[in-house]
């Protein structure tokens, strides 16, 4: 073997060798995605190879209109991150990690708010009981009780049971006024005339 041909081996040798020994930081990205009506946002912290990235400290920062810090989670097992998000506005994703490489610091992007939903139809239902001198309101969804909706009346005011029902004191032969209110449900008022007399 002459001089030329074992300088290109041990060239080849040096190579191999260093390659073999090189080791690639993989380079990671995020995928979010959100969802309504609740208003999560689910991020995906995925590296150039395809595998999720692990405990990759993600922070969330609302910085327009500004206020700071939102929240801090790592990535799971899978890769994945979730927040929610609770205003309107430009937000920031902060990488926190040294086992791989990304182009840049934060990953921007621009949320609104989830429209809320419509609110929901019930069934208000009122009966003198005239053997207890009470009167019983109840409030139903599909033959389903309501709890903790607000009923209120000229005097007094209550929260439906888990039976959906809230009593107050009858007053026969009067007019009693109802309202029933809840978050997420439609607002309802009527008047009913307190008659115990028999058809």
Not at 41 to 67: C, D, F, K, M, W
Not at 107 to 117: A, E, H, K, R
Not at 145 to 171: K, N, R, V, Y
Request: net charge negative; hydrophobic share 40%.
């Amino acid at each position: 073997m002459n001089a030329a041909k074992i300088k290109i081996f041990f060239l080849l040798l040096v190579t191999i060798t260093f390659a073999a020994d090189l080791e690639v930081t993989p380079f990671l990205r995020l995928e979010m995605e959100s969802t309504c009506p609740d208003n999560i946002l689910y991020v995906t912290a995925i590296l150039s190879n395809g595998a999720p990235a692990q405990n990759v400290e993600l922070r969330l920062i609302l910085h327009s209109p500004y206020q700071g810090l939102r929240a801090i989670y790592h990535t799971e097992d899978n890769g994945s991150a979730r927040f929610e998000l609770t205003k309107s506005g430009q937000y920031r994703i902060y990488i926190e990690n040294s086992d791989y490489y990304n182009n840049d610091d934060f990953v921007p992007f621009v949320y609104s708010l989830c429209p809320p939903p419509p609110p929901e139809d019930y069934n208000l239902s009122i009966t003198p009981n005239c053997n207890s001198n009470i009167v019983e309101v109840k409030v139903t969804k599909e033959g389903q009780p309501i709890e903790d909706m607000l009923i209120i009346t000229q005097e007094w005011s209550s929260m439906t049971g888990d039976s959906g029902i809230a009593a107050f004191p009858l007053f026969e032969g009067e007019w009693f006024f109802v309202s029933a209110n809840k978050t997420g449900y439609s607002y309802q008022e009527t008047w009913v005339n307190m008659d115990c007399n028999p058809l």
